[in-house]
């Protein structure tokens, strides 16, 4: 009797781990693995954008870890190791970049060697491996396509130099040891959060700033530009379609180039300011004028007065020559633009906006017509009436969070 409750309750044990068993995959078969990614370069403009988007569009489907550079730095490939073991991820992004005007130390150890150690690792997890790249590796000329280059040479500077010789590297990891990888080279990116003030940023602040008092460029001459606000929908599809972006690299752009002047001019008036006229200085103007500001800024430095000229400068001949990359392989894969009519000049506004706002509460620009901005809100308030401010969130705005109540 003993013998035969005791071998009931065995089959019992048994039915009721396999039931678990079955019960468990079938439930993760409804509902598939979340997957865990590690972004690089989360704090800057594009990184910054796709950490926010796969926060608040995919929270159950995608988790997103963005070390800061001071828990992760890719100059060091023991840290990228040790980084990757211990979260297992199962996809790495990499957005990070040294400054644009870094030396040629900064430039090869994070654009280059720290490309390098990502997809040797990424390589090593058999995990994908996205790459961000530029329209720095490319020459100037009209509907680049992806496999236009520039040459490596010791002429160029560093940034494109590094982004040229990471995108090699990677095709030449694809092809030999299987790394599975995707570059997506950038133009002129427009967006929000750009913290550092660069790139056509850095154009829009010198409209704003008043301090481009002429045209830096000449008519006709056409660039791409890309929109950070759809790069994080790219991003999410070619992770979930490796089959058809593996190996291969894309021009994220806009599907039409922009003439330089005219978006300057645009800008301007949106601003509703006097300057730039339009008069447009000759390149070889510029760069005597570009030469002889370094020469003076160096004479003040004798003196102890440290300044400087925009790293941007650096690209001063892009101003002048048109660089316009093809969107042919782009539009002609399965990704579908997730707001077709949004272009620069359907952005401008909302651009100026949030830029302005941000400089003006940065004390960097004052210049500007102030009713284009919002100043209606708390910061009048507590700017000109602040006692009775103060009053006012005496009255409604003390009470403890509810939802944070325990009891
Ligand atoms: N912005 C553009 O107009 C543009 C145009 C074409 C291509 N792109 C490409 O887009 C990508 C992102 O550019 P971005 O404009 O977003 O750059 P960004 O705003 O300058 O941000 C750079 C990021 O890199 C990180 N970083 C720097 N050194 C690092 C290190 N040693 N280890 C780990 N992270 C490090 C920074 O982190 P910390 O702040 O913590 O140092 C920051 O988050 C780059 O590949 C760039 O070539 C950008």
């Known amino acids: 009797m003993l013998k035969c409750f005791f071998t009931f309750f065995t089959q019992l044990v048994n039915f009721s781990s396999w039931f678990k068993e079955i019960y468990s995959v079938a439930h993760n078969n409804s509902s598939p693995k979340k997957l865990l990614g590690v972004l690089i370069g989360g704090s800057g403009l594009i990184g910054g954008t796709l950490a926010h988007y796969f926060k608040t569009k995919t929270p159950d489907e995608i988790e997103l870890r963005a070390p800061s550079s001071k828990k992760l730095s890719i100059r060091n490939a023991q840290d ?18 040294a ?17 390098l150690n990502l997809a040797r690792a990424t390589a090593a997890l058999e995990i994908p491996y996205i790459h961000v790249s530029s329209a720095a590796t490319l020459p100037n000329g009209e509907d680049l396509v992806e496999d236009d280059q520039l040459q490596i040479s010791p002429k160029l500077n560093n940034y494109a130099k ?62 791409s530009y890309s929109n950070a606000n759809k790069f994080p929908y790219f991003v999410h599809h070619i992770l979930k379609n490796r089959e058809e972006f593996s190996g ?17 001019l645009t800008i301007k ?38 300044g400087g000229l925009p790293a941007e400068l650096m690209f001063l001949e892009n101003f002048y020559k048109t660089q316009t990359l093809s969107s042919e392989k782009l539009r002609a894969s399965s990704f579908v633009d997730p707001m077709p009519t949004e272009t620069i000049y359907t952005k401008l506004p909302e651009l100026v906006v949030y830029y302005l706002t941000r400089w003006t509460h940065q004390n960097l620009i004052s210049t500007f017509n102030e009713s284009i901005i919002d100043n209606s809100s708390m910061a009048g308030e507590f700017e000109q009436t602040p006692r009775k401010f103060l009053e006012t969130i005496h009255a409604d705005s003390t009470a403890p969070f509810r939802d944070l109540i325990t009891r």
């Open 248 to 264: 291969e690299t894309y021009h994220f752009v806009d599907k039409n180039p922009v003439e330089l002047a005219d978006l300057i």
């Open 269 to 306: 008036s949106y601003l509703e300011l006097s300057t730039p006229r339009e008069i447009y200085v000759p390149y070889s103007m510029a760069t005597f004028g570009k030469k002889a500001l370094e020469m003076l800024l160096k004479v003040f430095s004798r003196i102890g007065m440290k």
């Open 80 to 97: 990228i190791r040790d980084y990757l073991k211990r979260v297992k991820p199962d996809f790495v992004i990499n957005t990070a970049i």
């Open 162 to 223: 590094s982004k040229l010789m990471a995108e090699q590297t990677l095709k030449y990891m694809y092809k030999n040891v299987g790394l599975d990888y995707t570059a997506i080279r950038l133009a002129v990116v427009y967006g929000e959060h750009d913290h550092k003030i660069q790139g056509f940023h850095r154009l829009f602040f010198s409209i704003a700033d008043e301090s481009m008092p002429v045209l830096f460029t000449k008519k006709k001459v056409m660039h």
């Open 99 to 115: 400054n644009i005007g870094s030396d040629s130390q900064l430039a090869l150890e994070i654009n280059y060697l720290g490309t």
